[in-house]
């Protein structure tokens, strides 16, 4: 996914109620842009640190800015927007670049789907093969030694993703918990279970129940996002 018009620098002041974030802008001026992000960011939202930006020409929106990457002051790039998994997942699966999950006719986003009253991010369709149903999950929490967790904050939503996901598995359909992980110093993800037990014991149960996890990495630059290559899951 290239990013256009291409991603501007900024410093930032501080992130806050969530969805806002003041920045010094290159010419000395502060202006306040939007994040698409409502988890905890640890280590993505460190003042001071250099964020790069998109800018919508859309005249309806509030703050034509969204806040896109984070540029570590120990050189990791982090990728904060949380749409952005989706809809490069959703890139790579068009081009082949999963194998494991190639080899299907059709692609369908935002399907309905469960006894939760879900939406699933991606089902893969083929006249010959099961369906397989995709959640997808952005990775931007490193800890020690390149390791990487998933959730980085207590997760209801994503606690129901898991149960959903084993329903379908358990009818014989595939089905996919898909770690998009898009900070460049992890090596590994694995379940937080410091950070959310629940989520790690339903995921272990998820897999008992033939749940299939699997981790990308993405290259990320200011012109580009592009899931890159498989990594390990350590649960």
């Known amino acids: 996914m290239n990013y256009t018009p291409s991603l501007q620098p900024a410093t930032l002041i501080q992130r806050y109620k969530r969805f806002l974030a003041d920045v010094a802008l290159p010419d000395g001026s502060i202006t306040t842009i939007h994040c698409a992000n409502t988890g905890a960011m640890t280590g993505c939202a460190e003042p001071g640190a250099t964020i790069w930006y998109s800018t919508s020409d859309n005249p309806k929106r509030k703050y034509a800015h969204s806040w896109e990457l984070t540029q570590t002051q120990d050189g990791h790039w982090i990728c904060i927007n949380t749409a952005r998994a989706n809809q490069i997942v959703v890139e790579a699966l068009k081009n082949n670049h999963i194998p494991e999950l190639s080899g299907y006719a ?24 099961p369906s397989c149903f995709i959640e997808v999950k952005s990775v931007t929490l490193l800890e020690e030694n390149g390791h990487g967790y998933f959730p980085d904050t207590v997760t209801t939503r994503g606690q129901k993703h898991l149960r959903e996901l084993a329903e379908v598995a358990a009818t014989g359909q595939r089905a996919v918990l898909f770690f998009a992980v898009l900070h ?3 090596e590994n993800v694995a379940a937080a279970h410091h950070i959310d037990p629940v989520y ?11 749940v299939e996890v699997l981790c990308y990495r993405a ?17």
Do not use: C, H, M
Request: glycine share 6%.
């Open 219 to 235: 290259d990320i630059s200011p012109t580009a996002l592009t899931l890159s290559q498989r990594i390990e899951f350590a649960q």
């Open 184 to 186: 460049s110093g992890i």
């Open 106 to 129: 059709s692609l369908r986003t935002e399907v309905k789907y469960g006894t939760e009253n879900s939406r699933v991010d991606i089902v893969l369709d083929d006249p010959l093969l």
């Open 200 to 210: 790690d014991e339903l995921l272990e149960q998820a897999e008992k129940a033939g």
